[in-house]
């Protein structure tokens, strides 16, 4: 089992930037695909990102792409979400998780998730 803790979220006002950090215990931890999911109120938790182990893959939702941007430091067991251009949409809490597949999109797939971080962005 690995463990996780997210950081880096915060208020900010739309056009901002914020960094989200996932720090992993655990010497299994690059072995594991690691996705970002996000969950607002009254919404079902979404895919944001997701990085392959070898960082060589990586995928985003729609909404996302050419604003974030996920990666990972093996050395430091840990992945980031580098957000940008932010909008009051993105709003939500933001959680990491690790897969043992092949990157996916699903939140079924993932396996161990931290307690998220909450992103606010105003208008």
């Known amino acids: 089992q690995v463990q996780l803790v997210e950081s880096g979220g915060g208020l900010v006002q739309a056009g901002g930037s914020l960094r989200l950090s996932c720090a992993a215990s655990?010497?299994?931890?690059?072995?594991?695909?690691v996705g970002w999911f996000r969950q607002a109120p009254g919404k079902e938790r979404e895919f944001v990102a997701v990085i392959s182990r070898s960082r060589s893959i990586t995928y985003y939702a729609d909404s996302v792409k050419g604003r974030f941007t996920i990666s990972r430091d093996i050395a430091e067991n840990t992945v980031y979400l580098q957000m940008n251009s932010l909008k009051p949409e993105d709003t939500a809490v933001y959680y990491c998780a690790t897969s043992d597949s092949v990157v996916r999109r699903t939140a079924g797939f993932y396996s161990d998730w931290g307690q998220g971080t909450q992103v606010t962005v105003s208008i």
């Open positions: 655990g010497r299994t931890f690059n072995t594991y695909a």
